[in-house]
């Protein structure tokens, strides 16, 4: 009797929260297929638009001033963007509300028929507390990633970001790597990995030579190495 009254908590909280997920989820995928289309809409013309070997490659090559006002300028019109659809947020919460009301009511049951479990329960609670704890240090940790990888971009003088898709699905390319070769005005050679991002490559460079600059961008896939060649003055 009193596994079944242990168990009946777990499975009335598993049979909720799976619709609960299936819906997140899906909202998602739809953010994240809105934010990629934000962004590239957002971008000026790019550096270099160029097909190579079933590649469709855009490089934008920028001074990293330029790099920030384009980021503040992206946040400041993903925010007015999500103003306008605050609407279509006030519908989603307001069914959330309706659903939590039948979870409310059989979060009651589930108190009444859990009733005299209390050890059972304050296991469940120290667990609780534990994840809480995890979910706190995993947080700090990727904040202290994420701040460590923005830094590491806008470090140098210029930020390059790179964009790869398959030229006849214009789907993003899995499992590839990129680096750019770079030859100095004073015939000084260097090379940067780019680094993945999101949904591109991106990295950060030093010009420190005024005159004109030739790139070799190099994107592997597969082990085959496709690249493509332009040109950059720095007055």
């Known amino acids: 009797m009193k596994i079944r009254y242990a168990l009946l908590p ?20 739809t953010k994240v297929d809105m934010k ?19 590649l469709h490659m855009k490089v934008w090559l920028m001074t990293q001033k330029e790099c920030k006002e384009m980021m503040q300028g992206k946040t400041g019109q993903m925010m007015m963007h999500g103003k306008k659809e605050g609407g279509m947020g006030q519908v989603e919460m307001m069914g959330m509300k309706d659903t939590s009301v039948g979870m409310g009511r059989d979060m009651k049951v589930m108190k009444l028929e859990s ?33 460590a990888m923005m830094d590491s971009m806008m470090a140098g003088t210029h930020h390059l970001r790179l964009d790869v898709t398959d030229a006849a699905s214009g789907k993003e390319v899995a499992k590839a790597s990129a680096m750019v070769l ?20 991106g990295g950060a460079l030093t010009l420190d030579e005024k005159g004109e600059y030739q790139f070799t961008v190099s994107v592997n896939v597969g082990g085959v190495s496709k690249t493509t060649q332009f040109q950059y003055a720095v007055k």
């Not at 990629?36 to 079933?54: C, I, N, Q, R, Y």
């Open 182 to 201: 770079i030859m100095s005005p004073s015939k000084k050679s260097s090379s940067v990995d780019l680094k993945p991002m999101m949904s591109h490559f």
């Open 10 to 29: 777990a499975v009335l909280t598993i049979a909720l929260v799976l619709p609960v997920f299936g819906q997140h989820n899906h909202v998602d995928t």
């Open 115 to 147: 009733m005299g479990k209390s050890e059972d329960m304050h296991a469940m609670k120290l667990d609780s507390i534990g994840m809480r704890k995890d979910m706190k240090v995993m947080k700090h940790e990727s904040r202290e990633m994420n701040k």
């Open 36 to 54: 990629k289309h934000d962004m590239s809409s957002m971008m000026a013309k790019p550096t270099v638009d160029a097909t190579v070997e079933g």
